[in-house]
């Protein structure tokens, strides 16, 4: 089952936005989650990843201190919260299990987020 990510929209520079990812249970062996970000002409970049435990977080140097991800268990999602939103962070953005240590799969649709200056 691929996870769908939402949330995405039009945000302001400096603004927040919360993005969301519906995992649909853990019908995947995997460690934990992961968002990406893909700009256009661009390659696919990672963003954020947590482990189904809670008790792991890492992030890209890029939104470290302003991105933030979370999961709540029981409504199986997992959420980005982005705040002071940049123009560089418009991209598509995804979400995808963590299948292997540092390794990603089964990529659902993306949610489009556009920061205006």
Request: proline residues 3%.
């Amino acid at each position: 089952v691929q996870p769908q990510a939402s949330g995405g929209g039009l945000a302001q520079a400096g603004g927040p936005l919360r993005l969301s990812c519906a995992t649909f249970g853990r019908t995947v062996s995997s460690y934990g989650m992961g968002w990406f970000r893909q700009a256009p002409g661009k390659e696919r970049k990672f963003v954020a990843g947590i482990n189904w435990e809670g008790t792991s977080t890492n992030y890209a140097h890029s939104v470290e201190g302003r991105f933030t991800i979370s999961r709540d268990s029981a409504k199986n999602t997992v959420y980005l919260q982005m705040n002071s939103l940049k123009p560089e962070g418009t991209a598509t953005y995804y979400c995808a299990f963590e299948v292997e240590r540092r390794s990603f799969d089964h990529w659902g649709r993306g949610t489009q987020v556009t920061v205006s200056s």
